[in-house]
Protein backbone atom coordinates (compact mmCIF):
# COMPACT_ATOMS: atom_id res chain seq x y z
CA UNK A 1 0.00 0.00 0.00
CA UNK A 2 1.48 3.66 -0.95
CA UNK A 3 1.94 5.55 2.21
CA UNK A 4 -0.70 8.73 0.60
CA UNK A 5 -2.69 7.67 -1.86
CA UNK A 6 -5.31 10.18 -4.25
CA UNK A 7 -7.08 10.01 -7.09
CA UNK A 8 -5.02 11.06 -10.12
CA UNK A 9 -7.87 12.39 -11.95
CA UNK A 10 -8.59 14.36 -14.51
CA UNK A 11 -11.06 16.18 -12.84
CA UNK A 12 -12.75 18.43 -15.60
CA UNK A 13 -14.88 20.54 -13.71
CA UNK A 14 -16.85 24.21 -15.43
CA UNK A 15 -16.23 27.51 -13.79
CA UNK A 16 -18.30 27.82 -10.47
CA UNK A 17 -18.31 23.69 -10.03
CA UNK A 18 -17.64 22.37 -6.61
CA UNK A 19 -15.22 19.86 -6.26
CA UNK A 20 -13.91 17.77 -4.08
CA UNK A 21 -10.53 15.96 -3.18
CA UNK A 22 -9.61 12.92 -1.07
CA UNK A 23 -6.51 11.38 0.02
CA UNK A 24 -5.47 8.66 2.28
CA UNK A 25 -2.30 8.20 4.53
CA UNK A 26 -0.92 4.76 5.89
CA UNK A 27 0.54 5.87 8.79
CA UNK A 28 -1.53 6.14 11.59
CA UNK A 29 1.05 8.60 13.84
CA UNK A 30 1.63 10.97 10.99
CA UNK A 31 1.63 14.47 12.46
CA UNK A 32 1.09 17.14 9.88
CA UNK A 33 -1.08 17.43 6.81
CA UNK A 34 -0.71 19.78 3.61
CA UNK A 35 -2.17 20.40 0.54
CA UNK A 36 0.19 22.08 -2.22
CA UNK A 37 -0.53 23.32 -5.82
CA UNK A 38 1.77 22.58 -8.50
CA UNK A 39 0.90 24.35 -11.71
CA UNK A 40 2.77 22.82 -14.85
CA UNK A 41 6.76 22.84 -14.88
CA UNK A 42 6.76 24.80 -11.74
CA UNK A 43 7.34 23.88 -7.97
CA UNK A 44 4.68 22.86 -5.30
CA UNK A 45 3.48 25.96 -3.49
CA UNK A 46 1.70 25.37 -0.25
CA UNK A 47 -2.43 25.88 -0.41
CA UNK A 48 -3.03 25.06 3.00
CA UNK A 49 -2.44 23.59 6.37
CA UNK A 50 -5.00 20.83 7.57
CA UNK A 51 -5.51 21.11 10.84
CA UNK A 52 -7.45 18.44 13.25
CA UNK A 53 -10.36 20.92 13.59
CA UNK A 54 -10.68 21.77 10.15
CA UNK A 55 -9.81 24.69 8.42
CA UNK A 56 -10.98 27.18 5.62
CA UNK A 57 -9.39 29.90 3.20
CA UNK A 58 -11.54 31.59 1.20
CA UNK A 59 -13.04 29.11 -1.27
CA UNK A 60 -11.10 26.66 -0.21
CA UNK A 61 -11.98 23.98 2.83
CA UNK A 62 -9.85 21.32 4.38
CA UNK A 63 -10.75 18.27 6.70
CA UNK A 64 -8.45 15.72 8.37
CA UNK A 65 -10.41 12.59 9.22
CA UNK A 66 -7.27 10.65 12.13
CA UNK A 67 -9.52 8.03 12.73
CA UNK A 68 -10.30 6.90 9.17
CA UNK A 69 -6.84 8.25 8.02
CA UNK A 70 -8.09 10.46 5.13
CA UNK A 71 -7.48 14.04 4.30
CA UNK A 72 -9.73 16.12 2.00
CA UNK A 73 -9.86 19.32 -0.16
CA UNK A 74 -13.23 21.54 -1.23
CA UNK A 75 -13.11 24.14 -3.73
CA UNK A 76 -16.14 26.08 -3.98
CA UNK A 77 -16.64 28.27 -7.03
CA UNK A 78 -14.17 27.11 -8.94
CA UNK A 79 -11.90 29.41 -11.29
CA UNK A 80 -10.10 28.97 -14.46
CA UNK A 81 -6.75 30.08 -12.31
CA UNK A 82 -7.59 26.45 -10.42
CA UNK A 83 -6.56 24.35 -12.98
CA UNK A 84 -3.50 22.73 -11.63
CA UNK A 85 -2.50 19.77 -9.62
CA UNK A 86 -3.16 19.25 -6.20
CA UNK A 87 -0.51 17.51 -4.01
CA UNK A 88 -1.53 15.96 -0.69
CA UNK A 89 1.77 15.89 1.69
CA UNK A 90 1.67 13.76 4.86
CA UNK A 91 4.52 14.80 7.79
CA UNK A 92 5.96 11.84 9.36
CA UNK A 93 8.71 13.36 11.77
CA UNK A 94 9.91 15.60 9.69
CA UNK A 95 9.81 12.92 6.08
CA UNK A 96 7.66 14.72 3.86
CA UNK A 97 5.58 11.81 1.79
CA UNK A 98 3.76 12.94 -1.43
CA UNK A 99 0.82 11.51 -3.07
CA UNK A 100 0.92 11.41 -6.78
CA UNK A 101 -1.32 14.83 -7.09
CA UNK A 102 -4.70 15.32 -8.75
CA UNK A 103 -4.97 17.01 -11.70
CA UNK A 104 -7.96 19.60 -11.97
CA UNK A 105 -8.69 21.26 -15.11
CA UNK A 106 -11.70 23.91 -14.67
CA UNK A 107 -13.22 24.62 -18.04
CA UNK A 108 -14.89 28.08 -19.09
CA UNK B 1 5.82 32.24 3.64
CA UNK B 2 9.41 31.52 3.60
CA UNK B 3 11.63 32.06 0.09
CA UNK B 4 13.62 29.58 -0.61
CA UNK B 5 15.98 30.53 -3.91
CA UNK B 6 17.58 27.70 -6.30
CA UNK B 7 20.02 28.43 -8.83
CA UNK B 8 20.46 27.73 -11.81
CA UNK B 9 17.13 27.43 -12.93
CA UNK B 10 17.81 25.38 -15.80
CA UNK B 11 20.98 23.71 -17.21
CA UNK B 12 21.84 22.18 -20.04
CA UNK B 13 25.50 19.87 -20.15
CA UNK B 14 27.04 17.01 -21.64
CA UNK B 15 27.18 13.18 -20.59
CA UNK B 16 29.92 12.71 -18.51
CA UNK B 17 29.96 16.60 -16.65
CA UNK B 18 29.24 17.28 -13.12
CA UNK B 19 26.29 19.60 -12.46
CA UNK B 20 26.18 21.76 -9.52
CA UNK B 21 22.81 22.99 -8.23
CA UNK B 22 22.47 25.37 -5.10
CA UNK B 23 19.41 26.01 -2.61
CA UNK B 24 18.99 28.70 -0.19
CA UNK B 25 16.61 29.79 2.45
CA UNK B 26 16.49 33.61 2.29
CA UNK B 27 14.97 34.56 5.23
CA UNK B 28 15.31 32.21 7.69
CA UNK B 29 17.59 29.38 9.21
CA UNK B 30 16.97 26.15 8.42
CA UNK B 31 18.89 22.74 9.27
CA UNK B 32 17.11 20.72 7.38
CA UNK B 33 16.81 20.63 3.62
CA UNK B 34 15.11 18.45 1.66
CA UNK B 35 16.04 17.47 -2.08
CA UNK B 36 13.51 15.95 -5.07
CA UNK B 37 13.54 15.05 -8.20
CA UNK B 38 10.70 15.08 -10.44
CA UNK B 39 10.01 13.74 -13.86
CA UNK B 40 7.40 14.05 -16.66
CA UNK B 41 4.26 13.52 -15.09
CA UNK B 42 4.90 11.45 -12.43
CA UNK B 43 4.86 13.22 -8.46
CA UNK B 44 7.99 14.56 -6.92
CA UNK B 45 10.14 11.57 -5.32
CA UNK B 46 12.77 12.48 -2.30
CA UNK B 47 15.92 11.65 -3.13
CA UNK B 48 17.98 12.45 0.34
CA UNK B 49 17.55 15.07 3.19
CA UNK B 50 20.19 17.55 3.83
CA UNK B 51 21.51 18.30 7.57
CA UNK B 52 23.45 21.15 8.47
CA UNK B 53 26.99 20.07 9.52
CA UNK B 54 26.55 16.47 9.06
CA UNK B 55 26.00 14.08 6.60
CA UNK B 56 23.26 13.84 3.88
CA UNK B 57 20.63 11.10 4.30
CA UNK B 58 19.86 9.12 1.03
CA UNK B 59 16.64 7.56 0.32
CA UNK B 60 16.83 3.57 -0.40
CA UNK B 61 18.04 3.39 -4.50
CA UNK B 62 20.01 7.35 -4.81
CA UNK B 63 23.43 6.94 -4.98
CA UNK B 64 24.97 9.28 -3.04
CA UNK B 65 28.05 9.08 -4.67
CA UNK B 66 26.51 10.20 -8.00
CA UNK B 67 24.57 12.94 -5.82
CA UNK B 68 26.65 14.58 -3.76
CA UNK B 69 24.81 17.03 -1.07
CA UNK B 70 26.44 19.63 0.87
CA UNK B 71 25.18 21.65 3.91
CA UNK B 72 27.67 23.90 4.72
CA UNK B 73 25.66 26.72 6.54
CA UNK B 74 22.32 27.21 7.95
CA UNK B 75 20.96 28.68 4.73
CA UNK B 76 22.81 26.80 2.05
CA UNK B 77 22.50 23.49 0.62
CA UNK B 78 24.43 22.07 -2.58
CA UNK B 79 23.31 19.11 -4.73
CA UNK B 80 26.25 18.15 -7.29
CA UNK B 81 25.27 15.69 -10.35
CA UNK B 82 28.62 13.62 -10.77
CA UNK B 83 29.18 12.51 -14.32
CA UNK B 84 25.60 13.27 -15.70
CA UNK B 85 23.98 11.13 -18.06
CA UNK B 86 20.63 11.56 -20.19
CA UNK B 87 18.45 9.72 -17.64
CA UNK B 88 19.61 12.46 -15.30
CA UNK B 89 17.54 14.86 -16.93
CA UNK B 90 15.10 15.92 -14.92
CA UNK B 91 13.15 18.49 -12.61
CA UNK B 92 15.50 18.87 -9.32
CA UNK B 93 13.32 20.52 -6.17
CA UNK B 94 14.46 21.72 -2.84
CA UNK B 95 12.89 22.55 0.25
CA UNK B 96 13.45 23.71 3.71
CA UNK B 97 10.92 24.48 6.48
CA UNK B 98 10.81 27.66 8.82
CA UNK B 99 11.17 26.80 12.59
CA UNK B 100 7.57 27.35 13.14
CA UNK B 101 5.69 23.29 14.79
CA UNK B 102 3.66 22.91 12.20
CA UNK B 103 7.16 21.41 9.49
CA UNK B 104 5.58 23.06 6.14
CA UNK B 105 7.98 23.03 3.76
CA UNK B 106 8.40 25.65 1.34
CA UNK B 107 10.29 25.08 -1.93
CA UNK B 108 12.40 26.28 -4.21
CA UNK B 109 11.06 27.27 -7.91
CA UNK B 110 13.18 23.99 -8.69
CA UNK B 111 16.15 23.48 -11.44
CA UNK B 112 15.35 21.65 -15.18
CA UNK B 113 18.67 19.62 -16.28
CA UNK B 114 19.06 18.62 -19.71
CA UNK B 115 21.84 16.15 -19.69
CA UNK B 116 22.97 15.72 -23.67
Known amino acids: RKEVEQDPGPFNVPEGATVAFNCTYS??????FFWYRQDCRKEPKLLMS???SGNEDGRFTAQLNRASQYISLLIRDSKLSDSATYLC?????????FGAGTRLTVKP | GAVVSQHPSWVICKSGTSVKIECRSLDFQATTMFWYRQFPKQSLMLMAT?????????EQGVEKDKFLINHASLTLSTLTVTSAHPEDSSFYICSAGTPSGYNEQFFGPGTRLTVL
Open chain 1, 89 to 97: VVNDNNDMR
Open chain 1, 50 to 52: VYS
Open chain 1, 27 to 32: NSASQS
Open chain 2, 50 to 58: SNEGSKATY
